[in-house]
């Protein structure tokens, strides 16, 4: 079965870190951008950060540059997302989401068509 | 950044209605759009890519249309299952940016 099964959240003080794991069995990892998306409590959706297939294109929004890093090993089918110096506002739900990258002759598309069950982040003393 | 604008940011609808979503974005982004539902408590789901692109399995009652500033989410019979909030993204240039949703209701 194609999915994608987050861990690693949880409790943490402001300024403290967290590592984020995405496990994606069932479909050729490898082969497809990744993503990060974040839903504050009663709020809407957020893309956080994009990872190319081989690691070559990163890109991340402005409020967490510097902070957060995006980051795959292949050869374990997981994605990562290491946060530094967080802050209250970081305080979410993280969903790790495959890109299926649809291409119409030189156009690409994102289309996020697998999103994990979410993991927890809450940010507080 | 690309802001998208959604409205209306909610609505009431019946069942049967016909309804209608509009993503409004603050530059050109050609049909660089998806849309997706989200029920509470569950990960969004994808409806729509490249505007207009049913994405396999997905209700044909679902629509997209749209090119440049401009889209259009449209249900053409709301059934029971749809009631949700739906979200724009647009995927022209990075960051990507969302739409601040529009809840479905029951009226």
């Known amino acids: 079965e194609v999915q994608l099964v987050e861990s690693g959240g949880g409790l943490v003080q402001p300024g403290g870190s967290l590592r984020l794991s995405c496990a994606a069995p069932g479909f050729t990892f490898s082969s497809y951008w990744m993503i990060w998306v974040r839903q504050a409590p009663g709020k809407g959706l957020e893309w956080v950060a994009t990872?190319?297939?081989?690691?070559?294109?990163?890109y991340y929004v402005d409020s967490v540059k510097g902070r957060f890093t995006i980051s795959r090993d292949n050869a374990k089918n997981s994605l990562y997302l290491q946060m530094n110096s967080l802050r209250a506002e970081d305080t979410a739900v993280y969903y790790c989401?495959?890109?299926?990258?649809?291409?119409?002759?030189?156009?690409?598309?994102?289309?996020?068509?697998?999103w994990g069950q979410g993991t927890k982040v809450t940010v507080s003393s | 950044a690309i802001q998208m604008t959604q409205s209306p940011s909610s609505l009431s609808a019946s069942v049967g209605d016909r309804v209608t979503i509009t993503c409004r974005a603050s530059?050109?982004?050609?049909?660089?759009l998806g849309w997706y539902q989200q029920k509470p408590g569950r990960a969004p789901k994808l409806l729509i890519y490249?505007?207009?692109s049913l994405q396999s399995g997905v209700p044909s009652r679902f629509s997209g249309s749209g090119s440049g500033t401009d889209f259009t989410l449209t249900i053409s019979s709301l059934q029971p299952e749809d009631f949700a909030t739906y979200y724009c993204l647009q995927d022209y240039n990075y960051p990507r940016t969302f739409g601040q949703g529009t809840k479905v209701e029951i009226k």
């Open positions: 990872i190319k297939q081989d690691g070559s294109e990163i």
């Open positions: 530059q050109g982004i050609r049909n660089d």
């Open positions: 490249a505007a207009s």
């Open positions: 989401v495959r890109d299926r990258d649809f291409i119409d002759g030189s156009r690409h598309y994102d289309a996020l068509d697998i």
